[in-house]
């Protein structure tokens, strides 16, 4: 070999690249780079094809809606559902209802709750201070909460639990919807 140098390569590591001058057509199955190949949690939102996600992998959701819940003094759970988690994750919890007076004026206190306990505050659908039982009257009502803390793996109940104040209600189409976003 006249003036040259030769050597044989059998592997092409990262150094022997120039940035950006690899495409697809140059990998052996002209396929695009594959999540394996990418260093965990370098790629951000705008990299990502949303459609290709699994959603269940990063929330699960879980709702009920039940027919009408007649309140009496002590509490009751007018809908609930139950959820189950693969690993520890927050939870949003959204209950909506709409509070009717079965006869004369009526008013009813209604809280988010998981696992048996109570949300801090209660939502007071509540009614006019005049008779309001109309049929045009919804007074309905959202509730949203978020525990402050992430939940442990595992089932969960997760209810709206509604009490009367005052004389006769119900609570018509009482729904619940949960939400679990998977803790890192």
């Known amino acids: 070999m006249a003036g040259g140098a030769a050597y ?7 150094r022997d690249i120039v940035n950006a001058s690899i495409r697809s057509i140059d990998l052996r199955n002209h396929k695009a780079v594959r999540g394996v190949d990418v260093k965990r949690n370098s790629l951000t939102g705008r990299q990502v094809d949303e459609r290709t996600l699994k959603a269940a992998s990063v ?5 009920n809606e039940t027919g009408a819940c007649v309140l009496q ?11 189950s988690l693969n690993r ?43 008779d309001n039982t109309d049929v045009t009257a919804t007074n309905g009502f959202a509730r949203t909460f978020m525990p402050s803390d992430p939940l442990s793996p595992g089932p969960h109940t997760v209810a709206l639990s509604c009490k009367r104040l005052l004389g006769q209600v119900r609570i018509d189409s009482p729904t619940i919807a949960v939400v679990a976003i998977g803790a890192r």
Do not use: Y
Request: net charge neutral; charged share 15%.
């Open 88 to 130: 520890s994750s927050n939870l949003l919890v959204i209950a909506t209802g709409n509070q009717e007076s079965i006869v004369g004026r009526g008013q009813a206190s209604c809280r988010i709750t998981v696992d048996g306990l109570a949300e801090p505050l209660a939502v007071n659908p509540g009614e006019a201070a005049t």
């Open 59 to 63: 929330a699960r959701v879980v709702g």
């Open 73 to 83: 003094v002590p509490s009751r759970n007018c809908v609930s559902t139950t959820i």
């Open 8 to 14: 044989a390569v059998d592997k092409v590591n990262s």
